[in-house]
């Protein structure tokens, strides 16, 4: 089962813009995540309705960001792009017959319930602008000829 990218690509074109001193067109955007540019417009056009990021038409256009990177969380993004599946994992069968498949159901479904919800009880407790610290001490090492 192929993984869902989505939070992980709007984080990283988030930073981008959160670090360039100008609009990004969604051509650039796409260009570092390797995608198709309608697909970051949709995306981005969700955060806009948020009011996390906005866009000017015309020459020197594109998209920026609008809101306090100290106001808004992972979850705050996460919730932006549809709450995406956690876990590529599941169980078999969704309403099994057999007894023994409900018993393991049971003990994993409680499971991967447990691990979600706290992995996104976490994402509340990281802001875009302790994300784009995180960037900047890693660029400082990396300008310093350290990786």
């Not at 100290?70 to 007894?99: K, S, W």
Request: net charge negative; hydrophobic share 40%; glycine share 10%.
């Amino acid at each position: 089962m192929r993984q869902d990218s989505k939070l992980s690509s709007v984080l990283h074109v988030l930073l981008h813009m959160a670090h360039g001193d100008r609009p990004f067109t969604s051509e650039e955007l796409a260009g570092f995540l390797g995608t198709n540019p309608v697909l970051v417009r949709r995306v981005l056009a969700g955060l806009r309705e948020r009011g996390y990021v906005g866009s000017d038409k015309g020459h020197g256009g594109g998209w920026r960001i609008t809101c306090d990177l100290r106001e808004v969380t992972l979850h705050d993004i996460y919730e932006a792009v549809g709450t995406p599946t956690v876990f590529a994992m599941g169980n078999r069968v969704e309403q099994p017959q057999c007894l023994v498949e409900r018993a393991v159901n049971e003990a994993l479904g409680s499971a991967f319930d447990e691990a979600e919800a706290l992995l996104i009880s976490r994402f509340k407790d990281v802001t875009l602008a302790e994300l784009s610290a995180s960037f900047n001490t890693h660029h400082k090492g990396v300008q310093h000829g350290h990786r």
